[in-house]
Structures are given as C-alpha cells and as structure tokens.
C-alpha cells in the first residue's frame, strides 16, 4: 500500500529517525490531517513534530523489523507526552544491512586528501562496498585546501579513470561544502568513510543546530579516531535526511565473487564493448578474458577476488559440518587454513553424565 493511499485513510504516517532498545523516534510528515485538530494546547510541538514510539506486538509476532529510514504508519499519539506507537511498516524501497538503514537513496563517501593522506587501496575498498549497494556513489574529498590546485587536478585526473567525478571541498575553509549539499537536496543519504576525514564536521556545517563528537587524527597511526556511535537521521536544512553511521577502516569484501567485476565502473566499461569467452569468468588468467588487462585497480581488484573468495570458502565450510578445515585469523588482515580438531573430542564430561556412567557401571556389577 502506498504512501498516498495511507494519507488518505487520515493515518499518521512517519519516517524513524533513530532505534534505540525497544524505542523508535518518529518525526510525522508534514501533511497530517491530525496535525490541524491538535489544539492551541500543543503549539508548544516542534512542527512536524517527533514522537517517541514503541512497536506493536502484533509487529514483532510476525517478526516485522523496523528499521532506521523506514516509513511508518503511527496509532494512538500522545501528543502533550510525545508518545505513539508503530502500526505498519510500508515496503522498502532499498535496504542496507550494515549499517543497517531502509530507504536510502545514495552513499555519500567522504574522504581527506590529507591529514590522514589519500590511500587509493582503502579508498578503492570503500568504492567497491558502496558500488555492492546498488545506489549511487557520490565522492567527497575533503581537507581541499591542504593540498596545491596542480595536485587536486592530479588526483581528479586519476579518479576519473575510476569512473568518478570527485567533488573537492573544505569544511574548515567552507569550500564547494554547498555544492555537496545540493546534491543531498531532497534524498536519504548514507556517509561513510574512514575515521578522522572530516565527516561529523561535515554534518555539523551542513546542519546548523547540531554539534557531533569531532575526534582528533592520531599522529601515530595517521588515522581518525572513532566518534560515531549509533545510527542516526538527521535532517537537512535543504530537505532529505543525511544518516551518520559508526565508522569502520576496512569494509569487508563479503559480495560474490563472480559479481565483484561489475562493481569497478572501468571494467564495466569494457565489458559493455566486449565479452569474455567463458561466462563464469575470474579475469584472471582465464583464456580471452575481455577485463584483463593494463587498467590501474586491476591489482585491487585481484586481492578483493581473494578476499571474497575465502568469505564464500568460509560460508560454506560454516553450512558443511564434515569439513575438517577452518579459517584462522593470523592478524595483520592475514589468514590461513588449519585442521578442525574432532567434535567433542577434547570437551570435559559432565557430573551429569559421569554419574550416568557409574550407575550404568553398578547394574552391570550386579
């Protein structure tokens, strides 16, 4: 059922903003027809205004799941205590598992070109994940102004041979930061990206009226200290809603590995034009491949096949309990294949069943 088709029925309808326990922050829609029958008494609301909602019970007995950027449908509201409760879920549109968010139209990735420096490998891993997603990617490059205009066109040259259109911006100078904000007008969008580029700063120029946790650029390590802690939806000035989401250094390469090619917009390029001569292709060093060849992330690409490779391997010796081998994290992002040692073998026997074993021991005594 449409969006439509529930304002018409006079139900309240809402996006959540946030999930926290058994909690669910609601702002309405502005086009309520209850909104008008409120009363003088409540003027005191933020318009629209925010509710505080529980799930129904008949939600969770179908195992209904509410999800940050979920629309939603909200019975009964207190609206001098700010209270309500969630009665439906409409359909998704899109969702994401992690972070776990429905509805969202683009990824806006947000890197620094300095303080933390540029890593094309990390900044490649994040693409990929997004590109996983099936939205649209747009990247962000902050700290613009720490770096020369020869260097900035010398690193928009090179994305560009990604596929990709990087927007230059500086939150401490206020640099193209309304450019991006143009392109959020109106949509859900995730951010993302390592620690310590600049992203809750970001936010806090974008929306005036918040001020999120700001953490420092470790000296040793050159990385971002985490200050993300939740999920959350906050909205723009501009209209849409711009989701922060816990930062995380290296996204995991957990997609099929026959489907990893398609999210590098250079390869897709090629194989617009061409084909490979086996459909299940690795581009690897398969005869006739159409990829292969002297592209500049052809060896990302490479070590994310490997790295989505051993995911599948993994999954499949976890559904295939006679596998007598397991994968073993040696640090340093490195693994390794060891033998599983035999079930039970090596468990303590309980009270439980030494006691049965002694009874057992005395009838046959007998």
Request: one cysteine or more; a negative charge; proline letters at 5%.
């Amino acid at each position: 059922m449409t969006g439509e088709n529930f304002a018409a029925t006079g139900q309240l309808l809402g996006t959540v903003l946030a999930v926290q326990a058994n909690f669910y922050r609601v702002q309405l829609d502005q086009e309520q027809g209850e909104m008008r029958e409120m009363g003088e008494q409540d003027s005191h609301l933020s318009y629209p205004p925010l509710l505080l909602c529980t799930r129904r019970t008949r939600l969770k007995k179908i195992g209904q799941q509410v999800m940050v950027g979920d629309r939603v449908v909200v019975e009964e509201p207190d609206w001098a205590g700010g209270r309500g409760a969630i009665a439906d879920v409409l359909p998704r549109e899109s969702e994401l598992d992690r972070p776990a968010i429905a509805n969202v139209n683009q990824i806006l990735l947000v890197f620094a070109v300095a303080d933390p420096p540029l890593e094309p490998y990390q900044l490649s891993r994040f693409l990929i994940k997004a590109e996983s997603t099936g939205l649209d990617v747009l990247l962000c490059l902050n700290k613009s102004d720490l770096i020369s205009q020869h260097e900035r066109q010398q690193v928009s040259d090179r994305l560009l041979g990604w596929g990709y259109q990087p927007i230059f911006i500086s939150v401490k100078d206020g640099i193209n930061t309304d450019q991006a904000a143009r392109y959020l007008s109106n949509k859900i969008t995730v951010i993302a990206g390592p620690s310590g580029v600049g992203k809750s700063s970001l936010i806090n120029s974008l929306i005036d009226s918040l001020e999120l946790r700001v953490g420092k650029v470790s000296g040793k390590l050159a990385r971002g200290r985490h200050t993300t802690r939740h999920i959350e939806l906050f909205e723009l000035p501009s209209g849409g809603l711009l989701a922060d989401t816990p930062g995380f250094n290296q996204p995991d390469m957990d997609c099929i590995p026959e489907e990893l090619i398609h999210y590098f917009p250079e390869a897709r390029e090629r194989l617009a034009v061409a084909s490979c001569r086996f459909s299940d292709c690795l581009h690897r060093d398969e005869p006739e491949c159409a990829v292969r060849g002297d592209w500049e992330r052809y060896e990302h690409y490479l070590e994310f096949l490997d790295a989505a490779i051993a995911h599948q391997t993994q999954l499949h010796q976890q559904a295939d309990p006679e596998s007598t081998l397991k994968l073993k994290s040696k640090g340093k992002g490195q693994s390794q294949y060891e033998p599983k040692l035999e079930s039970k073998k090596y468990r303590r026997i309980s009270r439980k069943t030494q006691l049965q074993d002694l009874q057992e021991l005395y009838r046959d005594e007998e």
